[in-house]
């Protein structure tokens, strides 16, 4: 069945935030065929449709590994999200956790503080991917947004590109690259190693930090991008549209 599992993980402190705002509309927006993996640290909704995941094994380790290890980013006086791999970490083992455990045929990670606008005509996420594997959010700068992936993982039926992209992480080896320890850069290097066929989203606003709010995904997809979309509840870029 071409059915589609929507991948997120939170923590409390996020899901008072703002999840507690965005959840609800995937619950009301997505077909009712939808599956949904949470993880996160404890059950937040209840619906027959969501499957909780609490920490695996191998995420603990490696976290608990490189805390040990103090891993310090090797560009001097650098801040900001790509330096944050201990943050960002989480996207990557959900993604790959759930590509390895669903028996959908399309995987949507999307961030927490993504919102559903409105209902998604059938056919809306296939007709995204237009025969690839990965539909990404590109940008020129600084790398992809990773706020929302779409997967169709029956043209990775061995789960080859997840088994990479988790690897990255279990053999510590982003931490030999100096551009970006968080996932956004990972899956960027990733992508461009894998053979597999990926399609770039932004389309025309791949210059914006935020393309979601401005192309075609804007009509049903909101980002809360930062603090001060967080705060009003929507994208500060969404007043962009159409200009």
């Known amino acids: 069945m071409n059915r589609t599992t929507v991948v997120t993980t939170f923590s409390p402190t996020n899901w008072r935030r703002y999840a507690s705002r965005t959840i609800p509309t995937w619950l009301e927006y997505f077909n009712r065929d939808a599956d949904f993996h949470f993880h996160c640290d404890r059950p937040v909704v209840e619906d027959a449709r ?12 490696f976290i608990d ?13 650098a801040k900001g999200f790509a330096t944050r791999w201990e943050t960002y970490c989480h996207k990557v083992f959900a993604q790959c956790e759930s590509a390895f455990k669903t028996n959908s045929r399309f995987l949507l990670y999307l961030d927490a503080d993504v919102a559903v606008l409105k209902s998604l005509p059938a056919g809306l996420l296939e007709d995204q991917l237009d025969r690839s594997f990965c539909g990404y959010i590109g940008r020129t700068t600084p790398c992809t947004e990773t706020g929302f992936i779409l997967y169709d993982l029956w043209r990775d039926p061995q789960r080859t590109f997840f088994a990479t992209f988790v690897h990255e992480y279990l053999s510590d080896r982003l931490f030999e690259f100096d551009d970006g320890w968080d996932d956004c850069h ?7 190693q894998s053979r597999l066929p990926f399609k770039n989203l932004s389309g025309q606003y791949t210059d914006s930090l935020d393309p979601i709010a401005l192309g075609p995904l804007g009509e049903y997809f909101d980002h809360w991008i930062g603090k001060a979309s967080k705060k009003q509840g929507t994208s500060q870029f969404r007043h962009l549209r159409g200009a």
């Open 186 to 192: 990972v899956f960027d290097r990733c992508r461009l």
């Open 65 to 77: 590994r490189n805390q040990r290890l103090r891993r310090v980013f090797p560009v001097p006086g």
């Open 50 to 61: 969501i499957t909780y995941f609490s920490s695996s094994a191998l995420k603990t380790e």
